[in-house]
């Protein structure tokens, strides 16, 4: 417990003065009671007033109950008197964002009240000392104070069902709870709550098992102010009815859910996460647009050996690629789950032309009823969605996600899962909400006013809170152990403590073959490191943002080189602004805001620069001659007002050119190459952007189809876009998705005018060749990467000691990147036109195109050439060349 000392405290000049006597209406929870003994709370004292804490378990704390009965919810309930304080450094560490906050000590005398008054309302309330008049009240939010009465007992609890000798008992974490009973056959049985641990369990018979329940729990709810009775489902739910009606009780060890050879299961060498080559894929996409699949738009998708999905998956293992990351397969809140409840457009859409509005309008007029989402909407975290099973209504999902883990791991890949911990689809009192349901106001994080914090773009959750901590860990654990998930990838991550990231990170290593049936040493972590919000800066807590997680282990995705090479960022109103691999000052396009050639110029030898600290693998230490001619560090190089570089390792940062968020690669070069551009100079483009990722220090992440030229018909934001504009297209006969129509106007309307123009261009229509010779020169390039040694540095020493970039300084040539390597020189020729890269210190030494592109299926970079007299290596357009050393 973190106490609090009563000292005389002064009035902080930020709070409010008390108000006049008048009506008081609890509103909002602007009070915090953080732990048994203190409260905090924005208000003004003065020698005429006193503070305290009213309870009623029915509500009516200030005196009367929600059916108007005068005095009535007084007499029910008490008080906790209240003394101004100071906190203590203990607290002020714990809670940086209330520091300066006025606090109040928790009368020694009326402690023990705690744990009765957080089971119903609870107000903080300021009286006029003369008479007792209030004059303010607000209510209190409590996280604070139920960790400190209830984690030291909860954090060891097994919640969820749980299996022993044959009997289930379930149990759930509900402290503030008047009373719960279970809801299973027919019957409503009461369930007993441990004082210590705040956990509500009940055992039950052997024939229990598989069948439906939920829990009814009798809460006091802020957001009503009543109590209320809530019928949930169980948050630890390990299966599920459709759409997610009720839980069921299930053991998932048990035999009958293991499909033939689970136990036996031989995975893929682990890779480790700095040489991870990583295909971003969401499971609908995959197949069901194949028509060579036998279960479209299923998990069962990649057991079909023979489709092209799967053909094309097992190329890119062949070729280097390691794992497959797949975008949220968790219980989703968004999707119904049975496939005739589906809504499907009403539309033929590909009678439309390229340029019309309206494929558009059929796809969005049946958005929230058809079975596509992104899925980053989170009702149950730790069981397989629905949507994606031959049945949902039952533990076909569990057999089936199994059977997608073994049918990728024959392929030659290790599968990661996309987790998103970070918020849930609903909040209140809302039917699809659970968790706060159960615990009103602790699982989510609330604001200064009480009201829940939405930066993440829904109901943000609280994993700084102990229970909510707890959960994200056993989740995990739970999917790395009864699904054999390979690694984890954290939406928003930067939302998370760095502790619990770590904690995750401690309890998966802590799984071994022998008793749990997989190494959890070799399961990668990775994450979205982005710091915004109320969390921002460090301000609740350390966050597991890119700079903090340098040196974990844990990496982050590193937007820097992502934005240098790509052109402009991800907000940009005119997407026209270009990049490295985009056409800046060599290939110009006609937009005004690219600036004049001097800006332009000045602009691409600064996005050299940040994509060399990328080669690098972003790291803070890098040393190297930027394009001013100046000896700087990774972390001295400007992005956008941050540093650069902020790795301490080779894997503490992760390259990627796109992902499922933004404009596909393809559809944003479509936006930024010049109009005249061809579509096998867009091919080349396309491959020179990945390559800047492939071949750099640490993990590497591809959106899946980028290597095919992958459209969603310049879609920046696909998420509820249906299959039209996501499907990904195997056979190039189908072409790769680009003119299927104006993207959704919810997120690109603004953009229209730049697109119509484009949609209906011939030029930006590739054929097979384009691209089938995009995915084998992109192939070619993750061979090299992944056989060649010096892409596997493992530590920030032995990066600077073997990457090096010969020609950076005053005179390097703008769009031309040259990269010495160990015994490798790599030439990034982003230009129009072929180039010459004369290094002198090599004169006399003996190069020649790498083995893998030279016997490629690309014809241009087999015209590379170099001149050992001058050591000058001359590189076509659009062009990656890679040289080995003679011996």
Sequence with gaps: MLGAVAVPAATPAQAAPPPAPG?????????????????????????DTTEELRYAPDGGALGETADGDADAGARAGGTLRLAPTRLTEAQRAKYPHLKDYPAFAVDPRDRHLAAT???????????????????????????GVLDDL??????????GPVFRHGRPTLSVWAPTAQRVSLEIDGRTIPMRRAA????WSVTGQRDWRGKPYRYQVRVYAPTVQRVVTNKVTDPYSTALTADSARSLVVDLNDPKLAPKGWSRLKKPKAVPLRDAQIQELHIRDFSIADRTSSHPGGYLAF?????DGTRHLRKLAAS????????????????????????????????????????QECVAATAAKDGYNWGYDPLHYTVPEGSYATDPDGTARTVEFRRMVQGLNGSGLRTVMDVVYNHTVASGQDEKSVLDRIVPGYYQRLLADGSV????????????????????????????????????????MGHHPKANILAVRKALDALTPERDGVDGKKIVLYGEGWDFGEVAGDARFEQATQRNMAGTGIATFSDRARDAVRGGGPFDEDPRLQGFASGLYTDPNDAPGNGSPADQRARLLHDQDLIKVGLSGNLASYSFTDSRGRTVKGSEVDYNGSPAGYAAAPGDALAY???????????????????????GDRARMQVLAMATATLSQGPTLSQAGSDLLRSKSLDRNSYDSGDWFNALHWDCRDGNGFGRGLPPAADNKPKWKYATPLLTDPALRPGCHEISGASAGYRDLLRIRTTEPAFSQTTAAGVQSALSFPLSGKDETPGVITMRLGRLVVVFNATPERRTQTVTGLAGTRYALHRVQAGGADEVVKTSTYDSDAGTFSVPARTVAVFTRGS
């Design 150 to 159: 209830y984690a030291g007992a909860a954090r060891r609890a097994e919640l």
């Design 196 to 199: 210590d641990s705040g956990v």
């Design 117 to 143: 008054a957080l089971r119903g309302q609870v107000l903080a309330v300021q009286r006029r000392a003369s008479d007792g008049e209030p004059l303010r009240a607000t209510g209190v939010q409590i996280p």
């Design 303 to 307: 057991t079909d050996r023979a489709s």
């Design 453 to 492: 914090a939405t930066s993440t773009c829904c109901a943000n959750t609280a994993p700084e809170n102990a229970m909510m901590g707890k959960l994200v860990v056993d989740s995990v654990v739970t999917w790395a152990r009864q699904y054999k998930v390979d690694g984890f990838r954290f939406d928003l």
């Design 23 to 47: 009506p008081v209406t609890p509103t909002a929870a602007e009070a915090q009671w953080i732990d048994r003994s203190t409260v905090v709370w924005k208000t003004a004292t003065d020698g």
């Design 657 to 679: 050119a796109d992902a499922h968020d933004n404009e596909s690669l393809y559809d944003a070069l479509a936006f930024k190459l010049p109009r005249r551009t061809s579509p």
């Design 320 to 359: 280097g690629t390691s794992y497959v990351h797949l975008l949220p397969a968790f219980d989703i809140g968004t999707i119904p789950e049975r496939r005739a409840d589906q809504a499907e457009p009403d539309c033929d859409l590909a009678a439309s032309p390229a340029d019309s509005e309206r494929q």
